[in-house]
Nanobody, 127 residues
C-alpha cells in the first residue's frame, strides 16, 4: 500500500520559515517523483514544487521560486519542502503527491499527473 504522510504545518509569522515533510512508504523515491501542492479556501489546487530524486530535477511555481526549496532523503524515503520568507498568501493546506510518470516542467504542476496523495497539512501565515 502506498502512503504519503505530510507533516510540519502550523501557524507561522510572515517573513519566517517552515519546513514540511512528506514521509513516503510503499514506493521508492528512486523511481517516483514527489510534488507539493497547496489549496487555499475557494481556490484551485496549485502545484508548488516537484522533485525527481532519480535525476535531481526540480520544479517550482513562479510564486515560490527563490523562497521555497524541495529536497529528498532517499535513506528516509522522505521529501521536504523548506519554505523561507513566508507570506500571508502562502496560507493554504499543503499536500504531497507521488507519481511514477516522467515529468517535465509543464506537467509537474498538474494534479492529474499524480497517482498517490497524502492528507494535507495546514500552513497559516499571520501578517
Amino acid at each position: 500500500e502506498v502512503q504519503l504522510q505530510a507533516s510540519g504545518g502550523g501557524l507561522v509569522q510572515a517573513g519566517r520559515s517552515r519546513r514540511l515533510s512528506c514521509a513516503v512508504s510503499g514506493v521508492s523515491l528512486d523511481d517516483h517523483a514527489i510534488g507539493w501542492f497547496r489549496q487555499a479556501p475557494g481556490k484551485e489546487r496549485e502545484g508548488v514544487s516537484c522533485i525527481s530524486s532519480s535525476d535531481g530535477d526540480t520544479y517550482y511555481a513562479g510564486s515560490v521560486k527563490g523562497r521555497f526549496t524541495t529536497s529528498s532523503d532517499s535513506a528516509k524515503n522522505t521529501v521536504y519542502l523548506q519554505m523561507y520568507s513566508l507570506k500571508y498568501e502562502d496560507t493554504a493546506e499543503y499536500y504531497c503527491a507521488g507519481t511514477g510518470r516522467g515529468l517535465i516542467a509543464s506537467t509537474a504542476r498538474l494534479p492529474r499527473m499524480y497517482d498517490y496523495w497524502g492528507q494535507g497539512t495546514q500552513v497559516t501565515v499571520s501578517s
